[in-house]
Structure formats: C-alpha cells, structure tokens
C-alpha cells in the first residue's frame, strides 16, 4: 500500500458527460501528479499541484483541469468526455525534491470507459 | 526533450532464469532514474530508485546501475520467479518540473 488512495476504482460514463477523480496523497506530501495511461499514448503526465497551486502542465487537453485544495487533496476534472478518453488515470504524490524525497508514490488507479 | 527508451517485450523466461530489461535516457543534466512495476491489474509500485551516477539501486532481488558514461540504467535479476511477471517500466524525474517521464513498459512472462 502506497498511501496514496483514489476514487473511484472504475468509472463508467457515456461521450459527452463530465466526471470527476480524487486522489488523496500519501500523508505530508504536498506535491500531487496526475498521469493517464492508455495503450496508444502510454504512461503520460498531466499536471502537477504543490500545495494547491499548479507547478507544471503536460499534454492535459483542455477539457481536463484539476485542482488541489487546503486539505491536499486533489481532483481532476474530465468533461466532454470522448470515446479516447477511456483510460487508466493515476495520481502520485511526493515530497520536496530538496529534501531528497522526490520519489513519487502512485495511487491504484481509476480506470475510466467512455461508451 | 528528455525520453527513455526501453526495451520492447514481451520477455518471455523459464523460472531461475536471468532476466536484463535494457533501458537507456536522454536528458540534461543528471536525472534520478526510477524502475516502477505494474501486476496485472494493479497500479504502478516503486521497484528501486538512483539519484546519481554509478549509484545501484536494488529491492527484492533486482537491481539497476544509474550509468551516466552510457545512458543507462538496465534492470537485472539473477533468478525471475512466476510472481515476477509483471509490466516494467523505466522512468526518469525531470529536474525542472519533478514529473516523472516514462518509457514504453516491458512486459515479462515467467513460466514454471
């Protein structure tokens, strides 16, 4: 067990619709990451939160935002859902790199199907 | 940009068997390097980690030298066991962001 929890476990949903994800990182971790992994793009990085802010974007379509709040939890935001978004969405949290606890701990998972 | 490039799979072995999964980096600067394995239906665990060159990591009988002179940082095993088959995936920590860029995955069958 990792620490790091996500819900739900699965997600069924049809095009068009908006869903939501949760993580909740590993205790005192203040950076959150949020990664896709689907079999034509592979393990991909969405964005990173520090401490509720927004440290670093990847290739997050625009439909996608998410956010951390006070409590360090974190919540990503899929809407407009399309048939490609079917994936496996993880989350990952870390502490400070200066620290030397950079290493990111990953959450289960949520798998995501668009029908 | 910096990339990791793995071997592709599957790798397919006979218990005891010695098991190497190639990867090799392309980054600036020097990287901590990350092994990370995924069982069938489950999420991603930290396998073992290096922070800098001609560092070993190691965990559960595998291990992995950060080679900075080649580029890389192969996963070996002296003796695989079936509850070794899994997917592995090799990642580098990009130093500007810390977002972790990964390689392919390299799926490993062990049979008895």
């Known amino acids: 067990d990792s620490g790091v929890t996500q819900t739900p476990k699965h997600l069924i949903t049809a095009t068009g619709q908006r869903v939501t994800l949760r993580c909740s990182p590993r205790?005192?971790?203040?950076?959150v990451y949020w990664y896709q992994q689907s079999l034509d793009q592979g393990l991909q990085f969405l964005i990173q939160?520090?401490?509720?802010?927004?440290?670093a974007k990847g290739n997050i379509l625009e439909r996608f935002s998410a956010q951390q709040f006070p409590d360090l939890h974190s919540e990503l935001n899929l809407s407009s859902l399309e048939l490609g978004d079917s994936a496996l969405y993880f989350c990952?949290?870390?502490?400070?790199?200066?620290?030397?606890?950079?290493?990111?701990?990953f959450g289960p998972g949520t798998r995501l199907l668009v029908l | 940009g910096d990339s990791v490039t793995q071997m592709e799979g599957p790798v397919t072995l006979s218990e005891e068997a010695f098991l190497t999964i190639n990867c090799t980096y392309t980054?600036?600067?020097?990287?901590?390097l990350f092994w990370y394995v995924q069982y069938p239906g489950e999420g991603l665990q930290l396998l073992l980690k290096?922070?800098?060159?001609?560092d070993k990591g190691s965990n559960k009988g595998f291990e992995a030298t950060y080679r900075k002179e080649t580029t890389s940082f192969h996963l070996e095993k002296g003796s695989v066991q079936v509850s070794d088959s899994a997917v592995y995936f090799c990642?580098?920590?990009?130093?500007?962001?810390?977002?972790?860029?990964f390689g392919t995955g390299t799926r490993l069958q062990v049979f008895p």
């Open positions: 290096a922070t800098k060159a001609d």
């Open positions: 980054a600036t600067g020097y990287p901590s």
């Open positions: 990952a949290s870390s502490g400070p790199r200066l620290a030397g606890m950079e290493t990111q701990y």
């Open positions: 939160y520090y401490n509720g802010e927004e440290r």
């Open positions: 990642a580098l920590s990009d130093l500007n962001t810390d977002k972790l860029i």
């Open positions: 205790s005192g971790d203040l950076s």
